[in-house]
């Protein structure tokens, strides 16, 4: 997306900035070799036939693959469906891997700054676009292929959402890679967490503030409306809570935070807690209300919330040292080995933080849940990344392609834009459309 003063190209989602253009200013950067790792530092100082990271599109375009699948698939087959509370499923690795390649990505682009000032006004500009793009995508404005209204109640409009916590994201991380490094010289992985110890200073900072105000914060009694079918008055429903420290559904400080800064009716009105065996006799999918079901189960609560998105950040600050190894490192074989080495160690040491109770949790973004879906983009970058050394491009050339046009795809597919456009013609009446034609959907009168 172009505008007069600003370039928006994203590399990350469901992140950002264009990666081609700044490596075409790397011309020290490693080629893919046919040869492996045989003489590959020789091979890195002989660059230029192609600057793009391929890997890097390629990693994109399965992780875009993946969304689809799992948006499309999840309510047919819930096991791959985002978890309910606590636990990790297929669908809850797609949001940390688009927020990890935003991260590689940036450790490429700000490589080379002519003007810190610039960089940083350019930074601002994406972010707001994408702040806003979001806010329009997943706001409500666009309903659902069954729901033949138009536009949205402000009173009601979805602040946050997935482009948005990119958005968030990928300013953080830009404006500590544009100021917050220093002139050391790389040649050892302890010279190059010297470089940027500043921001491993920020990710400790955001990460103690999520843990503190998650365990710490005191989350009282609540109350949230639901609207009888038979009335036009709603009915009130109270959440007892009066505790602290709390990690499941109904008193977390997550929840609390976001309903007392966005306002309890502007958060996402489909929680994922919904679907479980509280609240669903259809667990893991959403079903009817068992007989004794909590008071929260019909509660609202923003999956893509202010807390949680503290250590979303952590996730892309995360891959932006990824991508600091591209840069620093020629050889190959360095760059895998050290991938796979810090990558263990998040994935062990994630694991290890849900066995002693801190659980891996998608939707308050816990820790353990960046350590190990961190870990595991690390992993499985490294191994798309032998598509650069060995040259493999022509086996993944369509997740290439859909790597380069993440974003096109996610507004036209998951975002139903395509299907909406596509409902829009209708003969007589709205619900004779072509998905009435195809069997997808119900009709609405």
């Not at 669908?91 to 490429?108: H, I, K, Y």
């Not at 843990?211 to 709603?234: N, R």
């Not at 259809?282 to 202010?306: I, K, R, V």
């Not at 998608?362 to 191994?383: N, Q, R």
């Amino acid at each position: 997306m172009q505008g007069s003063t600003c370039t928006l190209r994203i590399e990350g989602g469901r992140g950002t900035v264009d990666v081609e253009s700044a490596l075409q200013k790397l011309n020290s950067l490693s080629p893919r070799s046919k040869s492996g790792f045989k003489d590959s530092a020789t091979t890195a100082s002989a660059s230029s036939s192609s600057a793009r990271l391929v890997s890097l599109d390629v990693f994109r375009g399965l992780t875009v693959a993946l969304m689809i699948l799992v948006d499309d698939a999840g309510g047919i087959i819930p096991a791959i469906n985002h978890s309910p509370w606590n636990g990790l499923t297929l669908a809850d690795f797609v949001m940390p891997f688009f927020l990890f390649m935003v991260g590689v990505s940036l450790g490429l682009t700000y490589k080379n700054m002519s003007s810190r000032v610039a960089a940083s006004k350019k930074a601002i500009c994406r972010a707001v676009k994408l702040l806003i793009l979001g806010i329009f995508l997943q706001g409500g404005y666009f309903h659902s292929i069954n729901n033949l209204t138009y536009g949205v109640d402000m009173l009601k409009i979805r602040w946050m959402g997935i482009l948005q916590r990119i958005a968030a994201a990928y300013f953080v991380a830009a404006i500590c890679e544009i100021w917050l490094r220093n002139d050391e010289k790389v040649n050892t992985c302890f010279s190059l967490l010297k470089k940027y110890q500043r921001h491993w200073v920020v990710m400790w900072f955001l990460t103690t503030l999520y843990l503190l105000l998650l365990y710490g914060v005191y989350v009282p009694d609540w109350e949230y409306q639901i609207p009888i079918e038979t009335s036009s008055e709603a009915k009130i429903i109270t959440v007892n809570c009066g505790v602290r420290g709390n990690t499941g559904p109904a008193c977390n400080s997550v929840g609390m935070i976001d309903r007392t800064f966005l306002g309890i009716q502007h958060l996402y009105r489909k929680p994922v807690y919904a679907r479980t065996k509280e609240c669903s006799i259809n667990t893991p999918d959403y079903g009817p209300l068992p007989p004794d079901a909590p008071s929260w189960c019909q509660a609202p609560f923003e999956p893509e919330g202010l807390l949680s998105t503290v250590m979303a950040i952590v996730s892309c600050l995360v891959g932006l040292q990824y991508g600091h190894s591209i840069v620093h490192f020629k050889d190959h074989k360095s760059r895998i080995v050290m991938w796979l080495v810090s990558s263990s160690g998040f994935i062990v040491f994630g694991f290890l933080c849900d066995i002693f109770g801190m659980h891996i949790n998608k939707a308050l973004y816990s820790f353990s849940y960046m350590c190990v879906t961190t870990g595991v983009a690390g992993i499985l970058f490294a191994g798309i990344y032998l598509v650069d050394v060995y040259g493999f491009r022509l086996f993944a050339m369509m997740l290439e392609w859909m790597g380069m046009h993440a974003l096109l795809i996610y507004i036209l597919v998951a975002c139903n834009i395509l299907p909406l456009f596509l409902q829009g013609f209708y003969w007589k009446e709205p619900h004779n459309n072509i998905f009435k034609l195809i069997g997808i959907g119900k009709e609405t009168k």
